[in-house]
């Protein structure tokens, strides 16, 4: 696997990273879905640069014009309801592709153990396309791989790109071992534990609960 960690080099993004991580800013519901959008977008645009291209001749008032535009098939699939936002800046950028939506939650036996469900999805057909799979927090990686089990029966995929704005290095590890190895990640920010919930430290909290409100 591929990993991408744009945290790498000092650019904007790390404004609007520090801004929903902080625990004054992120009272601020609509700015926090904001800013996951924009790092969303700016993720689509480095993640643009691996993909394939085409030449296609555009016709403009005064000529034509050769320009090299995506050629891949895209779907965007995102993890309800904490992916929104990141899905809409993700859509910002790629507006053509086709959509999709799965559900995943921990469903607790304990404090500390949990296991992932799968109560929902609406996607078309995966066979022969790329897959963009969103969700904001890489923490064990157990709900990517969860989404990753119910997504393969929808065809064979060409291309997996995970996109995610913080991931544990714990759940970078875990995924590196289940997914396929042309699978590419793209992480705005990495943090290096997790705690004994599972939960990404220093992280941001609950990604859902800050975007839309707190659940039962």
Known sequence: MTIHNLDSNNS???HFISEIRDVKIQQDSMRFRRNIERIGEILSYEMSKSLSYGNK?????LGTKNISILRDKLVLCSVLRAGLPLH??????FDHIENAFISAYRKHSSPEKFEIKVEYLASPSLDGKTLILADPMLATGSSLLAVY???????KINQ???VS???AQEGIDFIQSHFPENTELWVATVDQKLNSKG?????LGDAGDLAFGNKL
């Not at 001749?57 to 008032?61: S, W």
């Not at 809409?88 to 950028?93: D, P, V």
């Not at 939960?199 to 992280?203: E, L």
């Open 165 to 167: 704005v913080i991931a």
């Open 199 to 203: 939960y990404i430290v220093p992280g």
């Open 160 to 162: 997996i790109h995970l």
């Open 149 to 155: 089990e119910t997504l393969k029966s929808l065809g």
């Open 88 to 93: 809409q800046g993700i859509l910002n950028y």
């Open 57 to 61: 001749e555009v016709v403009t008032p």
């Open 12 to 14: 904007v993004l790390n």
